[in-house]
């Protein structure tokens, strides 16, 4: 992690809704809207996109909490934009405010938790714990 990962960073990104995206992938019996799963792994792209930079040589992020609402529904293929921006950083802990947007309405908030972890040592306990 460089010093250069300070409080206030911000990052944005836009993604097209898509069939893939919708609640009922997830499940039949619901409305065939963008999903609250597909709504949580944007906002964890756009966090993990804006540290990335800030990285060092074999570091990564893992998502580790999220507290969030999903505001209002968005129809299939309609654009969505999401925003974060980075509030507090407690060692290798990164907390980021994020928002989601559709073409019409705010459409999600929350707060995210993500930590700066080694790639090797993460993924060499991943496949002990698999064993």
């Excluded at 990335?52 to 074999?58: N, Q, R, S, T, V």
């Excluded at 909490?65 to 299939?76: E, R, S, Y």
Aim: glycine share 10%.
């Amino acid at each position: 992690m460089t010093e250069e990962l300070k409080i206030g960073l911000t990052n944005e990104m836009e993604r097209e809704t898509t069939d893939e995206m919708s609640a009922q992938k997830v499940y039949p019996h619901v409305p065939n809207v963008y999903a609250t799963r597909a709504m949580v792994g944007h906002f964890e792209e756009v966090c993990a996109d804006l540290v990335l930079p800030y990285l060092g040589e074999g570091e990564q992020t893992v998502g580790i909490g999220m507290k969030f609402k999903h505001l209002a529904a968005t129809p299939l293929g309609m654009k969505v934009r999401f925003t974060a921006k980075l509030v507090e950083v407690e060692g290798r802990k990164l907390t980021f405010e994020v928002e989601g947007f559709d073409e019409v309405d705010k459409i999600g908030e929350g707060i995210h938790e993500r930590f700066i972890i080694n790639a090797e040592k993460f993924n060499s306990k991943v496949a002990d714990k698999g064993k």
